[in-house]
């Protein structure tokens, strides 16, 4: 029989009325579960729960708020073979990407358990005579969180634990396509012992339980990533709401890799591979754009090449797989669609971009290469969230800076290079929430901020120190002692 898995409401594992089947993208034979597809009145009961668990977590002793989230981290470290095998096979990144995301949610726990030791606030002198200045962090309330399938542990842990390190409480709602990984973390967390009501799971779709979440006037805060679109959408919601709602949205990404002629060639290639490939290219951070100099073009697409020949694209959890499936048969849709596009547009698909059949039935996609792109295809400009990269040859430096700046997003941005002037100049003039040099636009540490400008992120910065922006809110209290 296949497994089911429930809501978390209130401590409670809830049925829901109706059920969804959770397919493997390696093998569609394989059917994971069935997940709860859940309902505004199941939002009403989640919310009801975490307003009612509110005041007490709110002022719950910090060292209590540490221990639950440091035993957390302690069992997804215990467990993260096993986690990261319930990633991949959901997803469809590879083991041992998936044990890696695994853990960096257990990282991200036992951070935050010890940055609900370290809030504190500011005395501050008043210009009135008598009078005591006193800023402090409060927690905000119920914080609804909707989360995208790409990194289906990592970003569920990376907006919980801030959350509840500072004493709110929390109605969560994971992408339709990878509900295991958000039941494993909130069964985890639950058993750490937080009380009745503080973390409520909701799972289901978008348009049912996101928009419930979204719309509920006990809900205070939202904390959303995924696409631009809903992200957008999201935003004004929470600004026409009554009382409005504090927002922070990370969204896409068209993110540039610059290589200049001085790069060291192997570095070069590496990163844009793993930039761009890895994770079968579904990463917000994936290097889309290469953006090359003339000098080392013609040497950066060959050796490029060769290293995309060697990349092994098959199931996700099998031993050798450097690329696992595409997430499902619409997104494979979706990047088809951008090949497609791509050569109406003019672009060359270099190597790759073909469907694979192995041995089980998946959604395999070789990486696909494109070469002679101009930045203004929109093949260069529309983020297409798949193991499809576009080269654009460019002059110089000066026209690869421009270049990688000309985009309506800003959230990773790369160069290699072995000059300290250019790498300089770069990091100060790039466009981009992060930037890197000689390394892959994807992969951050988690103790420092995470997130971009323009059309990639809106609001306060994710991770580290910098999550109390959004996750606390500030009160200035002034007192006239006599
Ligand atoms: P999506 O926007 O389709 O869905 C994201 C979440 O929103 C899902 O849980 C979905 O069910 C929910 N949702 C959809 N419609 C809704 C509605 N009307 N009301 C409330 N919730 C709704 O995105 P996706 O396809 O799951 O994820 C891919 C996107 O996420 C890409 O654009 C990627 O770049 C982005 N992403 C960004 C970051 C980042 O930190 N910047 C990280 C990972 C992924």
Redesign the pocket.
């Given at each position: 029989m296949t497994a089911q898995f429930s809501n978390f409401i209130a401590g409670e594992s809830v049925r829901a009325a109706r059920m969804l089947p959770n397919i493997n993208p390696s093998n569609t034979h394989d059917v994971i579960g069935e997940f709860a597809s859940g309902s505004a009145a199941d939002v009403n009961n989640a919310v009801a729960a975490a307003k009612a668990a509110f005041p007490a977590w709110s002022r719950s002793n910090p060292q209590e708020r540490h221990d639950i989230l440091k035993r957390a981290s302690d069992e997804v470290m215990a467990r993260k073979d096993e986690l990261g095998r319930i990633l991949s096979r959901e997803e469809g990144k590879t083991l041992a990407e998936g044990i890696g995301e695994a853990t960096r949610a257990g990282q991200i726990l036992a951070f935050f358990a010890g940055e609900a030791l370290r809030l504190n606030g500011e005395v501050v002198n008043s210009i009135r005579p008598g009078v005591g200045i006193e800023v402090t962090r409060e927690a905000l309330g119920v914080i609804g969180m909707?989360?995208?399938?790409?990194?289906p542990i990592a970003?569920p842990a990376w907006k919980l634990a801030p959350a509840l390190a500072y004493g709110n409480t929390v109605v969560i709602?994971?992408?339709?396509l990878v509900p295991h990984s958000a039941w494993a973390l909130c069964d985890i967390l639950h058993r750490a012992g937080l009380p009745r009501g503080v973390l409520n799971l909701v799972m289901g779709?978008?348009?049912v339980v996101?928009?419930a979440i979204?719309d509920h006037g006990d809900v205070l805060a939202i904390s959303f990533?995924?696409?631009?679109g809903?992200g957008r959408?999201?935003a004004a919601s929470c600004v026409a709401s009554t009382p409005m709602k504090k927002v922070q949205l990370?969204?896409?990404?068209k993110n540039p890799l610059v290589v200049l002629d001085d790069a060291d060639l192997r570095i070069a290639v590496e990163c844009a591979a793993n930039g761009a490939f890895f994770s079968t290219g579904q990463r917000?951070t994936a290097s889309s754009r290469l953006i090359v100099t003339e000098g080392i073009h013609d040497r950066f697409v060959a050796a490029l090449t060769e290293r995309m020949q060697a990349l092994v694209v098959d199931d996700a959890l099998k031993a050798g797989t450097h690329i696992g499936p595409v997430v499902d048969a619409k997104q494979l849709e979706v990047d088809e669609g951008y090949i497609a596009l791509g050569r109406s547009e003019g672009a060359k698909l270099h190597w790759g971009g073909e469907r694979l059949n192995r041995e089980n039935p998946g959604f395999y996609l070789q990486p696909a290469l494109f070469t002679e792109c101009t930045n203004q295809m929109r093949l260069s400009r529309e983020?297409v969230?798949g193991p499809v990269a576009s080269v654009i040859r460019v002059k110089d430096y000066e026209e690869a800076l421009a270049v990688a700046n000309d985009t309506d997003f800003g959230?990773s941005s790369g160069i290699c290079t072995t000059s300290l002037k250019h790498a300089t100049h770069y990091r100060r003039n790039s466009e981009a929430g992060m930037v890197m040099v000689n390394l892959p636009t994807a992969g951050v540490d988690y103790h420092v901020p995470?997130g971009?400008r323009k059309g990639?992120?809106y609001g306060p910065r994710e991770q580290g120190a910098y999550a109390r922006e959004f996750y606390t809110t500030v009160k200035t209290a002034y007192t006239f002692a006599g």
């Amino acid at each position: 029989m296949t497994a089911q898995f429930s809501n978390f409401i209130a401590g409670e594992s809830v049925r829901a009325a109706r059920m969804l089947p959770n397919i493997n993208p390696s093998n569609t034979h394989d059917v994971i579960g069935e997940f709860a597809s859940g309902s505004a009145a199941d939002v009403n009961n989640a919310v009801a729960a975490a307003k009612a668990a509110f005041p007490a977590w709110s002022r719950s002793n910090p060292q209590e708020r540490h221990d639950i989230l440091k035993r957390a981290s302690d069992e997804v470290m215990a467990r993260k073979d096993e986690l990261g095998r319930i990633l991949s096979r959901e997803e469809g990144k590879t083991l041992a990407e998936g044990i890696g995301e695994a853990t960096r949610a257990g990282q991200i726990l036992a951070f935050f358990a010890g940055e609900a030791l370290r809030l504190n606030g500011e005395v501050v002198n008043s210009i009135r005579p008598g009078v005591g200045i006193e800023v402090t962090r409060e927690a905000l309330g119920v914080i609804g969180m909707i989360t995208p399938w790409n990194f289906p542990i990592a970003i569920p842990a990376w907006k919980l634990a801030p959350a509840l390190a500072y004493g709110n409480t929390v109605v969560i709602k994971p992408a339709e396509l990878v509900p295991h990984s958000a039941w494993a973390l909130c069964d985890i967390l639950h058993r750490a012992g937080l009380p009745r009501g503080v973390l409520n799971l909701v799972m289901g779709k978008g348009s049912v339980v996101g928009q419930a979440i979204i719309d509920h006037g006990d809900v205070l805060a939202i904390s959303f990533t995924g696409s631009v679109g809903t992200g957008r959408r999201i935003a004004a919601s929470c600004v026409a709401s009554t009382p409005m709602k504090k927002v922070q949205l990370e969204m896409g990404g068209k993110n540039p890799l610059v290589v200049l002629d001085d790069a060291d060639l192997r570095i070069a290639v590496e990163c844009a591979a793993n930039g761009a490939f890895f994770s079968t290219g579904q990463r917000c951070t994936a290097s889309s754009r290469l953006i090359v100099t003339e000098g080392i073009h013609d040497r950066f697409v060959a050796a490029l090449t060769e290293r995309m020949q060697a990349l092994v694209v098959d199931d996700a959890l099998k031993a050798g797989t450097h690329i696992g499936p595409v997430v499902d048969a619409k997104q494979l849709e979706v990047d088809e669609g951008y090949i497609a596009l791509g050569r109406s547009e003019g672009a060359k698909l270099h190597w790759g971009g073909e469907r694979l059949n192995r041995e089980n039935p998946g959604f395999y996609l070789q990486p696909a290469l494109f070469t002679e792109c101009t930045n203004q295809m929109r093949l260069s400009r529309e983020e297409v969230f798949g193991p499809v990269a576009s080269v654009i040859r460019v002059k110089d430096y000066e026209e690869a800076l421009a270049v990688a700046n000309d985009t309506d997003f800003g959230l990773s941005s790369g160069i290699c290079t072995t000059s300290l002037k250019h790498a300089t100049h770069y990091r100060r003039n790039s466009e981009a929430g992060m930037v890197m040099v000689n390394l892959p636009t994807a992969g951050v540490d988690y103790h420092v901020p995470f997130g971009g400008r323009k059309g990639s992120s809106y609001g306060p910065r994710e991770q580290g120190a910098y999550a109390r922006e959004f996750y606390t809110t500030v009160k200035t209290a002034y007192t006239f002692a006599g």
